[in-house]
Every structure is written in structure tokens, then in C-alpha cells.
């Protein structure tokens, strides 16, 4: 009859171990375990049985098989209330193990690392997974561990006279299959990267597998969700960097989840002016930007004010310009350092967050003196090729809206003018980030008036073409007040939004195309003497 519990101990990870290791020494049990683990437990004066000596075969394959076997697997796997297994165990003279702590090679942060393929490889645990998973199958039985924040309630659970609960082993074992879900995806999603593409299957093309995988680790609980009657929690990819877990905050309350997608839309949209990836479709425009200074301000998630400037002052205030009243409680993202005097403007707003690749000692310092303002340092470019949307039962899985236009045809009699094409890009990636139906009215480079999230474009045109207007009569100078351009992020299915426009003054417009009455539109433009340009490509966001 066995006299001693068994425990098995195989970590990378060597955090607490010594403190779980040494209580189940002191309380009897025989600890089996592997490679490093061993040595490092025997360093520690804590007697060991090494894993060979169980299985009678040795480690091999530079350490890729040395728990993949029945002796150790039998002894996870079987119940102890089937005499059926406990038989067929004394017959193959193998024994029950009783807890089982094992952490995993990291690949989590290998696979961030951009090592060579066959390095990578090296870091996908196979023994284990396994172990882990056979031992959380049976946790009626056996106790098993993948969590080193775990030791210390399972020392005390095993000091219960009345034994360890029923729900106790059931919680670390559902954090089992949790981890190796999420390890896993991870290893799919890095094999599966760039691989798609070359399978002949139409289904699997184009970067969508038949499943879509992801990893992700919680980084925080938040406050409540939406509204405050719903909770929520922060997840960040395991095996890739992002835009959001590169933030670091610098001063300020937390951040709830309204607070993190403005947080996103903002840096997206900043990010937007002048990335690469956009700046390929205008290459046979002979434009180059002069204004590189962005700055967005978001409030419910929709852009309240957009803008370039050749310095960030400059850009701020025209931002700021286009709607003052809805920047109030709202988030402010640029694309550069924040200096004193920009910060001196910031701090005369309350502003929910101030988002920023860096700020100067001396902002930072102004800035802090409002308490409750968040202020974060955001150092990376947003960079996911996909998206999702959940829905009841599942996701919405896209490629990420990095395609500005696919094409610049000018559609009317009336030429583009050289000095509009700037603001006639700016429009058209500005009017992507806002909520559809969309249309941004942009003068030097600034949105004048955006309208957003109506049901149809002629609302959204006449939301944006007032909010310009008002824009224009608090301007003590409107000199140069014809030079305006109106951007739509879809076609227009009738002529009334160049009827609209032509009343204010609009001299260009930009716009994808495509609808079955598109010829409407043009005679409408040509009529008003306004150029129209389509880009062949629109960008809903709903």
C-alpha cells in the first residue's frame, strides 16, 4: 500500500517554487522532477527523485522527451475510484502522482523576441502542456498547479484537515486549459503568420484560417464597463506587441473602458497621418505633406476635431477650432513630443487623457498639476493587420482599413487645383475615422466641421457644413474662406449633398464613387463649377 503522496515539479519559471517544494518535503511527500528543476531543488537541500528513475528511460533529444511516457501519464491520468485503474497500475508497477506543478517555456515572450524560426521552435513546450493537461483532467485527484500565484493557497489548502475542496481543484485545473488555450493560439497564430497565403485552399486564403485563434492575457480589471453597471477587464496579446500594452501611464485616475477605446481610436487616427502604410497611395500625386504635426481630439469614440500643423501649437488650436464644446471631457492625441507650451494650452481644457509619444520634463510637469487628468506616453504605432467586432456568438474578424485610395480620377470639367490637393487627402483619411454616414469639411489641413454616425449622408453633410459655418463665424479673419474641400467616406446615392455643398462655398470634393447614380452627382458639380475626385475605395465605420 503507498505510504507517500507524490507531487511533480517541473518549472521554467523558478518564482516560489522553494517555498512550495519545501512544505511538501516537510509533510512527506516524494518530489519527482526534471533537468534544471532537479538540480535546483537538490541545491536547495530538497531531496528529489529524478524523472528518469521513474520512467526507466532516459532524457533525449536535447531534453525534448523526458515526461512523454506512460509511467508518468498512468500516474496523472488514473482514477482513484476505478479499481480498474489502480489494478492495471500495480500490475505495471507504476504509481499514482498527486500534484503536479508546471510552468511553461515562455513562449509568450520569445515569440516577441523576432528570433530566427528554428529558435523559436525550441521554446514550444510539448511535455508541458501535456503533463498539465492529464493532471487537470483528473482533478478530482490530483492537484495541479500552473500558476506560481497559486502556491501559497494550495500549501494552506493541504494543511485542511477536512482536505482540499472539490472547487478548489476545479478552479486550477479550468486555469489550466485556460493557459494552454491561449499557449496554444499563440503557436498557431505565429505559424499561421504569412502562411495562409500559400495554402491552395480558398476557405484558409488571405490570412483567415478555418478557426481564429487568440491569445490574450488579462492586464487589468476595470472599474465597470460601457456603464457602471456592467463590469469589465483589460485583455493584451501574449505573443505580440500592440499600441495599447506599449502605453505607459504617467499620472492620472485609472482608466476605464470608455476611457481605452477613445484611448485607441485616437492613437489610431494620429498614428494615421503619415504612416507608411498610407502614404503608398500617393505616390502618383507628386504631393509630399508639409504639415507632419497631427493632433486628434475624440470624445465618444468619433473625432470632434482633426488637424496638421507645422507645429503642434498650430495643430492643437486648429483641432480645438473645430468644436471647443465637444473637446470638453474628451481625450487629445498627437504625434509628437508635447512641449511647455502646448501643455500650457492642454491645461487650460479638462481633458479626460493627453496622449503623446513623449512629453518634455517641463510639460509633464504642467500638465500633472491637474489631478485628474490622464497622461500617457505611448511609444509604438498601432501595427494589427486584423480586427474583430464581437457578436452575440461569435467575431467579425477583417483586415485593417489601411488602404487610403485605390485610385485619383477626377470626374468633372472642373480641374483639381494644385492647392487643393492636400486638404483633399487630409479630408479623406480624416473621414475615415469618423462614424458613418461621415463627411469632413477641411480648410488648410484642419476639419472645419465633421458630421458622423447619421442615418443618411445628406444629415451628415449638413451636420458638418453647419459645424463649419459656426467654425468660420468665430474666426475673426474668414479670409480664404472659399478655399474648402469636403471629403465623404461612401459615394453619394443622389445629387443633394453637392446641392449643399455648392450653398457653402465647397470648391472640391473627394469621395469614393460607385453608386448607380454617380452621373447625378457630376452634373451637379459641373454645374456649381466644383471638382470631384473618386478614389474607388470607401471607409464605413460603423
Not at 296 to 310: D, E, F, M, Q, S
Not at 500 to 511: C, D, T
Request: aromatic residues 8%.
Amino acid at each position: 500500500m503507498k505510504q507517500n503522496k507524490r507531487a511533480l515539479i517541473s518549472v521554467y519559471d523558478k518564482t516560489g517554487i522553494l517555498d512550495l517544494a519545501s512544505f511538501l518535503s516537510g509533510a512527506g511527500w516524494e518530489i519527482i522532477s526534471t533537468g534544471g528543476t532537479a538540480k535546483y531543488l537538490g541545491e536547495n537541500n530538497i531531496a528529489v527523485i529524478d524523472v528518469s528513475s521513474v520512467t526507466n528511460f532516459p532524457e533525449c533529444l536535447d531534453g525534448r522527451v523526458k515526461t512523454l511516457h506512460p509511467a508518468i501519464h498512468a500516474g496523472l491520468l488514473a482514477r482513484r475510484d476505478l479499481l480498474s485503474h489502480l489494478e492495471t497500475l500495480k500490475t505495471l508497477n507504476l504509481e499514482t502522482i498527486d500534484l503536479t506543478a508546471v510552468n511553461l517555456y515562455p513562449f509568450f515572450e520569445k515569440v516577441q523576441s523576432n528570433l530566427p524560426l528554428e529558435e523559436t521552435i525550441e521554446f514550444i513546450d510539448i511535455g508541458g502542456p501535456s503533463m498539465l493537461r492529464s493532471a487537470a483532467k483528473n482533478f478530482r485527484d490530483v492537484l495541479v498547479l500552473s500558476d506560481s500565484d497559486d502556491y501559497p493557497a494550495v500549501i494552506k489548502a493541504l494543511q485542511n484537515p477536512d482536505g482540499v475542496l472539490l472547487s478548489f481543484r476545479k478552479y486550477l485545473a479550468a486555469k489550466v486549459f485556460d493557459l494552454t488555450a491561449s499557449y496554444d493560439a499563440a503557436v498557431a497564430r505565429y505559424l499561421l503568420a504569412g502562411s495562409c497565403g500559400e495554402n491552395p485552399d480558398p476557405e484558409q486564403s488571405a490570412g483567415f484560417p478555418l478557426y481564429w485563434p487568440l491569445s490574450l492575457k488579462k492586464a487589468q480589471n476595470l472599474r465597470y464597463g460601457e456603464n457602471n453597471h456592467q463590469s469589465a477587464a483589460l485583455y493584451l496579446n501574449t505573443d505580440r506587441p500592440g499600441a495599447i500594452g506599449g502605453m505607459r501611464q504617467l499620472h492620472g485616475k485609472e482608466l476605464g473602458f470608455n476611457n481605452i477605446r477613445d484611448l485607441d481610436l485616437a492613437w489610431k487616427a494620429v498614428c494615421s497621418f503619415g504612416a507608411p502604410a498610407y502614404t503608398d497611395s500617393l505616390k502618383d500625386l507628386s504631393y509630399e505633406e508639409t504639415q507632419k504635426v497631427c493632433c486628434v481630439a475624440v470624445k465618444h469614440n468619433t473625432p470632434c476635431g482633426i488637424a496638421l500643423g507645422p507645429d503642434l501649437p498650430s495643430a492643437f488650436l486648429k483641432a480645438y477650432d473645430c468644436d471647443p464644446v465637444s473637446i470638453f471631457g474628451g481625450i487629445v492625441a498627437v504625434n509628437t513630443t508635447v512641449d511647455p507650451a502646448s501643455a500650457e494650452k492642454l491645461g487650460e481644457l479638462f481633458l479626460e487623457i493627453v496622449v503623446a509619444p513623449d512629453f518634455t520634463p517641463e510639460a509633464l510637469s504642467i500638465l500633472q498639476k491637474k489631478k485628474n487628468l490622464r497622461i500617457i506616453k505611448a511609444p509604438r504605432s498601432p501595427g494589427e493587420k486584423y480586427e474583430c467586432i464581437s457578436v452575440d456568438g461569435g467575431l467579425l474578424v477583417q483586415e485593417t482599413d489601411h488602404t487610403l485610395f485605390e485610385k485619383w480620377e477626377v470626374v468633372t470639367k472642373t480641374p483639381v487645383e494644385t492647392n487643393d490637393i492636400g486638404d483633399m487627402v487630409f479630408g479623406i483619411r480624416a473621414v475615415s475615422w469618423v462614424k458613418s454616414n461621415a463627411i469632413v469639411v477641411v480648410k488648410n489641413r484642419a476639419a472645419l466641421g465633421i458630421g458622423g454616425g447619421q442615418t443618411n449622408r445628406i444629415w451628415a453633410a449638413e451636420q458638418a457644413l453647419s459645424r463649419a459655418k459656426a467654425v468660420e463665424a468665430r474666426k475673426e479673419n474668414t479670409a480664404g474662406a472659399d478655399a474648402r474641400v469636403m471629403a465623404s467616406d461612401a459615394f453619394f446615392p443622389f445629387s443633394d449633398v453637392v446641392e449643399a455643398a455648392s450653398s457653402f462655398g465647397i470648391r472640391a470634393i473627394i469621395q469614393p464613387g460607385g453608386s448607380i447614380r454617380d452621373t447625378d452627382s457630376i452634373a451637379a458639380c459641373d454645374k456649381h463649377g466644383i471638382a470631384m475626385v473618386f478614389t474607388g475605395t470607401r471607409h464605413f465605420k460603423h
